[in-house]
């Protein structure tokens, strides 16, 4: 049975969302009692626990959805359901913009590497990329988006929705490359790998979906207890993080057995 190395404390509700920093320094989780939570992901806990402090914790007027980092981690950016997305400094915690455009919640927010850019998914249907205001929206789910991803090198958008869909787009025009099926329930969350050759999907049926970006071909599946609420790669998806609805965040390693991962 797979089993945490590290429990990573401080959240006194639900975990909906996560994001590791690019230089894999920083974990970082949006929760459900109000704040956004930052742990120092290289830490060690200490002898006889797994349990690992946060850095930071950065508070919100309602829970919030989801939280990512620029590549230097000078910058963390979230969504609440206030509807409002709030950039902030990574290093001191200090709240530095606020960000409206969204008509209802705001499930998904991302980063670019250069902390330039903004992509965020909503209730209202769109997927907006943003500066200071919105630079492109394309209607991309036929009904409320839940979660979005940015490929390392800036260059594709994933994103996964209510209509138990997940899509591959084009960071430039917001043009659709990929849709990605196989889900029986509403999807929750979406990842891509390091290398942008993988990506994950999960959410209300219980099962954790990867499919190659090259075709949409599906790679594995895993059967988790409970809802996926969270998910986050790593650089060749041999490491996944996902966070659930019984509240359990888990580490998981996928073997490479005969050429397919299981």
Request: net charge positive; charged share 20%; proline share 4%.
């Amino acid at each position: 049975d797979a089993r945490p190395e590290r429990t990573f404390s401080g959240s006194a509700a639900a975990v909906l969302g996560l994001a590791l920093s690019p230089d894999g320094k920083r974990l970082m989780a949006a929760c459900a009692d109000n704040a956004a939570r930052v742990w120092d992901f290289t830490a060690k806990p200490a002898a006889g626990t797994t349990d690992v402090a946060p850095l930071l914790t950065l508070a919100h007027p309602a829970a919030v959805r989801s939280v990512a980092a620029s590549q230097d981690g000078s910058r963390i950016v979230t969504a609440a359901d206030d509807g409002l997305i709030r950039l902030w400094d990574g290093v001191s915690g200090k709240e530095l913009e606020r960000l409206p455009g969204h008509a209802g919640l705001v499930h998904s927010v991302r980063l670019s590497s250069d902390g330039k850019t903004i992509l965020s998914g909503g209730a209202d249907k769109t997927v907006r990329r943003l500066t200071a205001s919105v630079t492109g929206a394309v209607q991309a789910h036929e009904g409320p988006i839940a979660d979005v991803a940015i490929s390392a090198d800036g260059q594709h958008l994933f994103t996964a929705g209510a209509d138990k869909f997940a899509y591959q787009w084009s960071a430039a025009d917001l043009k659709q490359v990929r849709k990605f099926e196989g889900a029986t329930a509403p999807l929750k969350a979406i990842a891509v790998s390091g290398d942008g050759k993988t990506v994950a999907a999960g959410g209300d049926d219980l099962q954790l979906r990867l499919w190659s970006t090259a075709d949409g071909k599906p790679l594995a599946t895993l059967a988790l207890p409970a809802a996926i609420t969270s998910l986050k790669l790593g650089k060749d998806s041999s490491k996944i993080l996902v966070g659930a609805a019984d509240g359990v965040l888990r580490n998981y390693a996928l073997a490479t057995v005969a050429g397919k991962q299981q």
